[in-house]
């Protein structure tokens, strides 16, 4: 890993420094490696990378939890077959329980549309049945005024 770096060196201070502390060590260095001032070659690199050492310092102090370079680069803990298949059982009732709830909400939609026509159904009929009455009621009132 030939670009790692240590931003703390990097800027000269010591580990856990606070935030003023990182803001004045970053000023001081940026006087000397900017681009605009230093004549040296790699100048704008050095500045770049003086940049990154002072965000990254200041982003651990607001989120100390934020993995760090050496996290990145750190071998996984090696895990046995058993907590493999653990793992693996786990991820299967997640994904069985996901498929499980698109169905229900997919047999939800039918379910409603099945009630939806019942209910039309039920609505016809008492129609039906309505219009019988009253034709029925119409033919009595035409044989009555006869």
Do not use: C
């Amino acid at each position: 890993m030939p670009d790692a770096y240590d931003p703390n060196e990097l800027l000269g201070i010591a580990r856990g420094s606070s935030e003023d502390e990182i803001r004045k060590a970053f000023r001081r260095k940026a006087k000397t490696v900017h681009p605009d001032v230093s004549d040296a070659p790699d100048a704008a690199e050095q500045f770049t990378r003086l940049k990154a050492a002072h965000d990254l310092l200041l982003e651990r102090l607001s989120d100390p939890l934020a993995p760090t370079p050496e996290d990145l680069y750190r071998r996984a803990t090696p895990v046995s077959e058993e907590e493999q298949e653990l793992i693996l059982q786990a991820h299967r009732r997640r994904r069985e329980a996901a498929q499980r709830r698109r169905a229900r909400r997919r047999g939800g939609a039918s379910g409603n549309t099945r009630r939806a026509m019942r209910e039309n159904e039920r609505f016809r009929a008492e129609m039906a049945r309505r219009r019988a009455a009253y034709e029925a009621q119409q033919r009595e009132q035409d044989a009555g005024s006869e």
